[in-house]
């Protein structure tokens, strides 16, 4: 990443894992699998760039900017540059998303590949607690993404938890959590941080986005939100 090189089979340079990729990353531009095109893609199978379709008015869908947007909107600048597709790969420049597409996307994650519209109401029950109806999700798509793929993800989401950028605050929980931290620049050391967790790791029962906006100075804010949220879960 960057201009540098690294020789990975160098001993004491860095652990040899079979997740482990090094990229010289320059002039990809739009080839076959790689590119914003095929970024953009990806992210609306995991239904951003869209509504939700909760049973709440009012929903806000997100944006995904892509090389026609650019050139209406920046006529003195319409091109595309490496910038930014690797900021659009980072989830920074253009991008906007709402916490309920990001949780909705991790929930495909988290249950192996089947994208689900959120929905506030799980059954209806009768005065005394007897139910009535049982509201099932609906399926929005699945099978979009491999297996395999998708399970390298969570690895990397469980190894943020185990030695990463959740370590000290998730692996302190009861059950094993795996996580996804992000933190959105806003200028002037403000940040908006943001994690995206599900646990437990191997039977997956919650989904947890969490964003706190207009942080100064720090960006971990979010996590002892989201680790005190989910105490209080896995302890009823």
């Known amino acids: 990443m960057g201009g540098s090189w690294l020789d990975r089979y160098k001993k004491g340079n ?18 076959k699998g790689l590119g914003p095109t095929k970024i953009k893609e990806y992210l609306e199978k995991f239904g951003w760039n869209q509504k939700t379709g909760i049973d709440l008015p009012g929903e806000a869908e997100g944006f995904i900017p892509d090389k026609e947007w650019k050139k209406k909107t920046f006529p003195n600048d319409p091109g595309w540059w490496d910038g930014d597709t ?30 689900l519209q959120p929905q506030v109401v799980k059954e209806i029950i009768d005065s005394k607690k007897n139910p009535i109806e049982e509201i099932k999700p609906k399926v929005i798509r699945e099978n979009f993404i491999k297996p395999e793929n998708l399970q390298i993800v969570r690895e990397g989401m469980r190894q943020a938890v185990t030695s990463g ?29 943001w994690v995206t967790v599900f646990a437990p790791y191997e039977d997956p029962q919650i989904v947890l986005t969490i964003i706190i906006e207009n942080v100064k100075g720090v960006q971990t804010a979010a996590l002892p939100v989201a680790k005190a949220v989910l105490e209080w879960y896995f302890a009823r």
Request: glycine share 10%; net charge positive.
């Open 14 to 31: 860095c652990p040899i894992s079979k997740r482990l990729f090094l990229y010289h990353w320059r002039r990809y531009g739009d080839q």
């Open 86 to 115: 690797y900021n659009l790969s980072i989830g920074q420049g253009f991008l906007q998303i709402t916490p309920l597409e990001v949780a909705a996307s991790f929930v495909s994650i988290a249950n192996g590949g089947k994208l």
């Open 165 to 193: 950028s959740a370590t000290g605050w998730l692996d302190q929980l009861r059950v094993p959590a795996a996580a996804k931290t992000g933190t959105a620049e806003l200028g002037k050391e403000f940040y908006n941080n």
